[in-house]
């Protein structure tokens, strides 16, 4: 049908579960797009204010295992 989905994945949620990731592999390879939603789902902006480089880190972790 040429319909075309974004996916957010919660990473870490995603590597806790078999197969997860490689469902998403399947969705990209089908056109798709997965969008990085984190890797725990912690409200960024009050890590923030506790941790910047937590808030960082919970983004980064996520796109390092989505790109992995």
Known sequence: RGLV???GAIVGDCLARDGLLDKLEGLRASGHE???HSYTHRNLPTLRGESPEAAVAEIDDATNALEA
Do not use: G, L, R, W
Request: charged content about 0%.
């Open 5 to 7: 989905a974004t996916f």
């Open 34 to 36: 997965v969008a990085n």
